[in-house]
């Protein structure tokens, strides 16, 4: 392919990363449509080990492997999107608000927050917030949006600083353009991209904690496929039929760094533009 | 005389970093008469940018008072009246952070139209659209990416949004530093070309001597955050009082015998 | 910025090591406030969690008043800083054991993970950040940078499963679980998931440590000692990797929180009786009190690594920090 060597490094990552991604979505929506098997009820014989009929096998309740895995992928990467957009959201405005605010009262108490929020390990915040509101749908995206924003908050606040005192901007305020105005039209939109970039990195992050909350059986509980749930259930059998669990993992490291490519890529093709 | 538009009177500003105080600038003081081109030179740190930014209230004065227009300046973090906008306006040094990269130049040109001038969005396009093209962006220039301008380029989208205030006074901190020796010298005789046409007042700051010789009517000369020297242009260049103006002087080839760029601007 | 005149803020400014403890007091104080609320303020009532909705309102009384959530709020908030300063956590639900005796009959297995993989990290990622600052964009970056990513990308607690199947059970060089806190004794069981841990930990530290070469490679006094000719041992060490330590030793902090929440989940797929399985647990049982005190004492620790590797960079160079 002589194209692809004229590519530069960022856009071949970018470009081998949408194209897994694109993979892995593509099976997640078709394979819970096409398959016969159900994702949560058994109807095979159990623990079989890979096979054409089979791809990834059955489990101990003879569950298709294969199905249950994307099934699953489609649940964690919806949790992941809508967790990290919501946080995107909050943590960016709060952010710039933070990063107009200079040494105001009101700007130096939410720092404090931010600070102390992003103070504790990610996951052991989380399972905190997963404690009081239980192992659920609702608790894994609850407990990822209250502990995720304030890292949003620490990117926009930090890039708030910086364009607030952009020379744009003191010209917007020269031109009399009100508090709101400079800070919708000027300020924002040039935070926005940036949070951008790095909540893409994010959701690799994300979905990897969603499926760690999973996996200590602080998530989303069984029978519902999810991936980490599904390492977890695999692993007493891990040596009789190493497959309930090695290819959910596989899946989901796939998952990650298709994600994660497309994050670098991105992220290194906006750099340099 | 006529009353002065720009009255710095002992104007001190100082910066505290975590290294201490900064003082920029030590006790200015400074007139600018109405439609007067007023020329700043002095080398780089001397505090030209601060006292220009103190001028247009972008920095607070420690102590000392600017009064623009018959008004104290106001700082720019409150609300700034439309009558503010239309006194004073800035020209900033450094093209690539002086445009939103958001925002082409017809939208950034019409949003200060729109706001300055309380015209309607179509009204405000067409307006915008003139400005532009009294400065020389073509009207596809017009709707390019702020990203694919040249730095000429976006230094006259600058002076066109300056211009949609309808200022009175253009505070011009080294517009050209940053720019290539020919598009430097348009750039140049478009301010001037404004300056004549619209009567404004031009406070022009650079460390070219050549280039504050050609567009000021008077200039100071600053040293270390004070003036040590001021006058009419040719008085201070062809005969320098101070030591320090001599220096500068003679550092420059020809800028204190011929005149850089063609003819001088008109003596009182 | 335009800033007023001096006086006291400038005396606080230029003493900056009481500046860094203050602030580590006041973060300490807002973490506590954090463990406090998330029990408080978390959607959903711990109470009728514990108890179901079919309780008696004297056993919801009584609950409330055992997890100290009885009164107002502000009471009930003094009332738990006033306990944890003296370092009483309160007790737990599930076993009525005082929840300071829990953290501190499980710390040993978590530090001794977390010390060990620190070691074994910067070992590892010294050279490693070294190597890609001198050749940044050799084969060898780009192998690394490949690798790096995959590495990322993999799910810590995967690649411990994985890893406890090959090492443990197929060539039993690794024992499956547990650990004890003698010496040597630890280090077979603590080998393993440091190394797990690693793995994910040296791309970002290397990551940092070149960057901070990179810098010190612009610097002037690098030029002057390789025309002076200064030995290569004492080039390495003297004037690339210690001036350019102080950026790695400023994300101490962050990386002491890496650490620990790594250690929760290698914990639990090694089996090891440390504080992040405990923390599991108390979070599936609903063990609250362990659930509050355990992040409380992480949330602290972290803040107070920030603060000492803080003081220990205004140290090092008392001209960096300055606004952040
Ligand atoms: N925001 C700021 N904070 C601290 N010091 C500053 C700031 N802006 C300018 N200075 C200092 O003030 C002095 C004058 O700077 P400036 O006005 O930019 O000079 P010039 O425009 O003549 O080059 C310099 O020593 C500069 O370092
Ligand atoms: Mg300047």
């Known amino acids: ?273 | 005389m006529t009353e002065p538009i720009i009255t710095v009177a002992d104007l001190h500003v100082t910066f505290a970093t975590p290294r201490g105080d900064v003082p920029a600038v030590r006790g200015v003081d400074l007139v600018v008469a109405p439609g007067e081109t007023v020329g700043i030179v002095g080398e780089s740190g001397s505090g030209k940018s601060t006292l220009a930014r103190a001028i247009v209230g972008l920095v607070d004065a420690q102590s000392g008072s600017v009064t623009v227009d018959g008004r104290p300046v106001r700082p720019v973090h409150g609300r700034r009246s439309r009558a503010d906008a239309a006194t004073v306006q800035m020209i900033f040094q450094d093209p690539y952070s002086s445009l939103n990269p958001r925002q082409r130049p017809i939208d950034a040109v019409a949003e200060a139209v729109h706001v300055c001038q309380r015209l309607d969005r179509k009204a405000s396009r067409a307006r915008a659209m003139e400005l532009l093209g009294s400065v020389g962006i073509s009207q596809a220039q017009c709707r390019m990416k702020t990203r694919s301008l040249s730095g000429g380029q976006r230094q006259r989208v600058s002076i066109a949004r300056a211009l949609a205030a309808e200022p009175k006074i253009l505070v011009a901190d080294e517009p050209t530093s940053a720019l290539d020796q020919s598009i430097a010298a348009s750039l140049l005789n478009l301010l001037r070309r404004i300056q004549s046409e619209r009567g404004i007042a031009v406070v022009f700051i650079s460390h070219d001597l050549g280039v504050v010789r050609y567009l000021a009517h008077r200039v100071y000369v600053m040293k270390e955050g004070v003036f040590v020297e001021d006058g009419v242009t040719v008085d201070v260049f062809e005969a320098p009082r101070h030591e320090y103006t001599r220096t500068l002087v003679s550092s420059v080839p020809g800028a204190g015998t011929t005149v850089a760029h063609g003819h001088a601007p008109a003596q009182e | ?324």
């Open chain 1, 1 to 273: 392919m002589r194209w692809a060597s004229r590519l530069k490094d960022a856009d071949r990552m970018f470009l081998i990363g949408a194209l897994l991604l694109a993979l892995i979505v593509l099976a997640s929506a078709l394979a819970p449509i096409l398959s016969s098997f159900d994702p949560v009820r058994g109807t095979s014989p159990p623990m079989r080990a890979p096979s054409a009929g089979h791809l990834f096998g059955t489990d101990n309740l003879g569950r298709d492997v294969f199905v249950r895995a994307f099934a699953a992928t489609r649940l964690d990467m919806m949790l992941a999107v809508v967790a990290v957009g919501v946080s995107l959201i909050v943590g960016t405005l709060v952010g710039a608000v933070m990063g107009m605010g200079g040494r105001s009262k009101v700007s130096g108490f939410l720092n404090l927050v931010v600070d102390s929020i992003n103070a504790f390990p990610f996951i052991v915040l989380a399972l905190g917030v997963v404690a009081v509101v239980g192992p659920s749908v609702p608790g894994v995206l609850s407990a990822i949006i209250l502990t995720g924003w304030a890292r949003y908050a620490r990117v926009a606040r930090a890039r708030t600083a910086v364009i607030a005192d952009a020379d744009f901007v003191n010209a917007a305020r020269l031109l009399g353009y009100g508090r709101s105005r400079v800070m919708i039209r000027h300020v924002f939109p040039n935070v926005y991209s940036e949070s951008f970039a790095f909540a893409l990195s994010e959701l690799v992050i994300v979905i990897l904690a969603i499926a760690s909350l999973s996996f200590l059986g602080a998530g989303v509980r069984p029978p519902t496929p999810e991936l980490g749930a599904m390492i977890s259930e695999g692993r007493i059998m891990l040596t009789r039929a190493w497959w309930i669990s090695v290819f959910p993992g596989a899946v989901l490291a796939l998952a990650a760094l298709s994600i994660q490519l497309i994050a670098d890529g991105y992220e290194r093709m906006t750099r340099y533009a």
């Open chain 3, 1 to 324: 910025m335009p800033r007023r005149r001096a006086g006291f803020t400038d005396v606080w400014r230029r003493h900056r090591a009481v500046q860094i403890v203050a602030r580590g007091v006041a973060v300490s104080f807002i973490v506590a406030t954090v463990a406090f609320s998330v029990l408080r303020f978390a959607p959903g009532d711990p109470v009728l969690a514990i108890l179901g909705d079919q309780a008696t309102p004297s056993a919801v009384t009584a609950m409330r008043a055992k997890l100290g959530l009885d009164g107002n709020i502000f009471v009930q908030y003094l009332r738990f800083l006033g306990h944890a300063v003296r370092g009483d956590l309160g007790t737990s639900i599930t076993s009525g054991v005082p929840v300071a005796r829990i953290i501190g009959d499980s710390i040993a297995p978590t530090l001794s993970l977390v010390a060990m993989t620190a070691i074994l990290a910067l070992i590892f990622s010294v050279p490693l950040g070294l190597r890609l600052a001198l050749a940044p964009e050799g084969l060898f970056s780009k192998v690394f940078r490949v690798a790096a990513s995959l590495s990322l990308a993999m799910p810590g607690f995967f690649l411990g499963l994985l890893a406890l199947l090959l090492f443990a059970i197929r060539w039993g060089v690794a024992p499956v679980a547990g650990f004890t806190s003698t010496f040597p004794g630890a280090l077979t069981y603590l080998w393993l998931p440091a190394l797990v841990i690693c793995a994910q930990l040296v791309p970002i530290l290397a990551r940092v440590f070149r960057a901070s070469v990179l810098r010190t490679l612009d610097e002037e006094f690098i030029e002057a000692a390789i025309v002076r000719g200064v030995s290569r041992p004492r080039f390495y060490w003297h004037y690339l990797i210690r001036p350019s330590i102080a950026p790695t030793i400023a994300l101490l902090g962050y990386i002491t929180g890496q650490l620990l929440g790594a250690s929760v989940m290698i914990e639990m797929v090694f089996s090891m009786p440390g504080i992040g399985t405990r923390l599991v647990r108390a979070v599936t049982t609903r063990d609250y009190p362990t659930v509050q005190g355990i992040l409380l004492v992480f949330g602290v620790l972290v803040v107070l690594i920030t603060t000492l590797s803080e003081l220990v960079i205004k140290r090092l160079d008392p001209r960096a920090g300055g606004d952040r």
